[in-house]
């Protein structure tokens, strides 16, 4: 049901979690907590209560499960565990791990019936909601963690990139420079796990006095309605969402609320455009930015498709380039003496900044290797240290920024990072399959790439439609689950044994142009069947949902 909460009773919560939580789980300043909850209020006095206490939080993805869900929790280094009671058979089948690790692990509910996991919001009805003393946070500084929050990376699992209290002060300086104001009322959708909800849209909130409305997800249907509903002035957006709405059939209405200003990244300019024209005098602020990266840009002249610009003022502190990338061999080009060379105008290049105090990389909790591989050194000469963005972008005459992107392995698909590895691996674990190659590849009309696996089969076995589809389901979540599978005899490698994608993403999902078998995964029947062109033509002019 719907909750409203004020200002003074958020403050009250999460005094009293901090409190429940320093007296029955043991947490004290420098110690961190893992969360695995949706969106809702709780996730906010939550988080509040462990600042108070001078914790970190860890920021789980509710939707993985089982050695993925195991590794995020590991590598952040938390003492505890707290979940939504509903996620319960995802918490069982990772408790014996968590008991031989001491962990404690509560549930978000007043009782537990899960042995060994104890309820905490008993607990916390029996503490004092008084102000917690500032002793209690007496150490933290700017530079103390304050938030892991993952990102799938290119690299397999995903990694938890640390967030310091410094990193959550400049992300709300989107907020101010956007002109949000205690007046405002923002609409959030998107998971609080991520960092565009919670860093921008949640602290952006707090640090202007405006009011949030929380969805627990994205819903296409509700969205205007919510917006009308609520006297919503602001929406958050990623790339995907206000394509959504405009795939919406059309109503009479389209133009009937009080939204001024939509703020976020990924959206590409003919959704742009037609956004605007649709649902009214809308301001876009487009921005681009990573979880973890040093360096973001703001798009405030409303440039269609730009994700900001060249700002003299700001190159001076952000010391930013774009050099030329070999894709197909995954890596930057470099000229006869070993340095980077600068992408000329207009060409698509690796976003790389240099790493300094304005623009620091706190790089990844427990990850040492793959913070290093965030890192390009010996750039432009011996010795300098830059952060390598994974991102490809483009800078026009007039010094408009564009995102071209991303380099490698991972790709987007519903708004969300699939990294291929990941896939690759769980596909690996079906008794038929020798060897996986994951891809994204593009599909008209939609933000992102979607999944396709090449699989080479076991000698002797035969593909198994109903068995993949339940393998996938069982353990990859939906964004990430492969739509096409492509049987292949050999699955290429390169020189220094990575599989080559670029082709067959060229080559894609058509039957005409394919020749080894494909299958489409039909949600209706619930397996992978078999692709034919009537499939392949419903995919291309959308009468299938993908």
Not at 259 to 281: M, T, Y
Not at 522 to 533: A, F, S, W
Request: hydrophobic content about 40%.
């Amino acid at each position: 049901g719907e909750q409203a909460l004020s200002y003074a009773q958020v403050e009250r919560r999460s005094s009293r979690a901090a409190r429940a939580l320093r007296e029955f789980a043991g947490l004290q300043q420098g110690d961190c907590l893992a969360l695995v909850l949706g969106n809702e209020p709780a996730y906010v006095w939550l988080w509040l209560g462990l600042a108070k206490l001078g914790c970190a939080m860890a920021c789980l993805n509710c939707n993985i499960r089982g050695k993925s869900l195991l590794h995020c929790f590991q590598c952040s280094g938390a003492k505890v565990l707290l979940a939504a009671p509903e996620l319960k058979s995802a918490i069982e089948e990772i408790l014996p791990s968590l008991k031989e690790q001491n962990v404690r692990v509560f549930y978000l509910s007043r009782t537990s019936d899960t042995d060994g996991v104890d309820s905490f919001l008993d607990k916390m009805e029996s503490v004092s909601d008084e102000p917690t003393p500032q002793s209690w946070r007496s150490n933290v500084t700017f530079k103390s963690a304050a938030l892991y929050i993952y990102t799938s990376g290119t690299t397999g699992l995903p990694k938890a990139a640390m967030i310091t209290h410094e990193r959550i002060m400049i992300a709300c300086g989107l907020a101010t420079a956007s002109k949000i104001t205690s007046e405002d009322i923002i609409y959030t959708t998107l998971p609080l796990y991520h960092s565009a909800a919670l860093l921008l849209g949640l602290h952006g909130c707090i640090m202007q006095g405006a009011t949030l409305v929380l969805r627990s997800k994205f819903s296409a249907t509700h969205f205007w309605d919510d917006c009308r509903k609520y006297n919503v002035t602001v929406i958050q957006y990623i790339g995907e969402v206000l394509r959504y709405l405009c795939n919406m059939p059309k109503k009479d209405n389209d133009r009937d609320h009080r939204v001024r200003l939509a703020i976020g990244n990924g959206l590409r300019g003919d959704v742009w455009r037609e956004f605007v024209k649709r649902f009214g005098n809308i301001r876009i602020f487009e921005f681009y930015a990573s979880t973890e990266g040093n360096v973001a840009f703001v798009n405030y002249t409303e440039k269609v498709g730009a994700v900001g610009r060249v700002n003299c003022f700001h190159k001076k502190f952000i010391q930013y380039e774009l050099i030329r990338y070999d894709v197909e061999k995954d890596e930057p080009i470099r000229d006869e003496n070993g340095y980077c060379i600068k992408a000329p105008v207009g060409e698509p290049g690796l976003l790389i900044c240099k790493i300094s105090q304005f623009a620091p990389f706190t790089g990844y909790a427990g990850a040492k290797s793959q913070t290093e591989k965030k890192q390009l050194r010996d750039v432009f000469r011996k010795g300098d240290l830059y952060f390598n963005s994974g991102d490809l972008l483009v800078i026009d005459r007039d010094n408009f920024i564009y995102f071209h992107d991303r380099v490698g392995d991972t790709f987007r698909w519903k708004g969300e990072n699939v990294a291929t590895t990941e896939v690759a691996d769980i596909l690996g674990l079906v008794d038929f399959v020798q060897e996986v190659n994951v891809y994204g590849v593009p599909v008209p009309g939609h933000e992102g790439r979607i999944g396709m696996a090449s699989i080479r089969l076991m000698e002797g076995c035969e593909f198994n439609g109903e068995k993949m589809y339940k393998h996938v389901q069982d353990y990859l979540p939906t964004y990430a689950r492969p739509r096409f599978i492509r049987i292949q005899d050999v699955i290429e490698v390169t020189g220094t044994f990575k599989y080559r994608k670029v082709q067959l993403v060229e080559q894609g999902f058509n039957p005409a142009v394919v020749k080894d078998v494909l299958y489409f995964l039909d949600d209706k029947e619930k397996m992978y069947v078999l692709m034919t062109p009537a499939i392949y033509d419903s995919v291309q002019n959308h009468s299938i949902r993908l």
